[in-house]
């Protein structure tokens, strides 16, 4: 069956940086969007940043210039470099995506990581 397996979480001080990855493993066939997502407290999971399989990169407002979303499509991996954090990057961090595995499409989460920043 498919996994994502989410490492990278912690705590750490305000200005610091986490770096996130999520390693994807089963039978499939086809990797394709990829994305982080983070969710606080009595919140809606929201979108962080995404990457196709071809490598275009999106991310959420607030974390332009800071985060960088990456792949490597042949290790399947996605990692996620966060920099110059700050106290509201605080919350759950999910590895996302849509893969192709025995012949279906579906989307794929992770458990989820911790990720807190201190003032």
């Known amino acids: 069956q498919v996994q994502l397996v989410e490492s990278g979480g912690g705590l750490v001080q305000a200005g610091g940086s986490l770096r996130l990855s999520c390693a994807v493993s089963?039978?499939?066939?086809?990797?394709?969007?990829a994305a982080w997502y983070r969710q606080t407290p009595g919140n809606q999971r929201e979108q962080v940043a995404s990457?196709?399989?071809?490598?275009?990169?999106n991310y959420e407002d607030s974390v332009k210039g800071r985060f960088t979303i990456s792949r490597d499509n042949a290790k399947k991996t996605v990692d996620l470099q966060m920099n110059s954090l700050k106290p509201e990057d605080t919350g759950v961090y999910y590895c996302?995506?849509?893969?192709?595995?025995?012949?279906?499409?579906?989307?794929?989460w992770g458990q989820g990581t911790q990720v807190t920043v201190s003032s």
């Open positions: 996302y995506a849509f893969i192709k595995s025995n012949g279906r499409l579906s989307d794929y």
């Open positions: 990457i196709t399989n071809s490598g275009s990169t």
């Open positions: 089963g039978n499939i066939l086809g990797f394709y969007v």
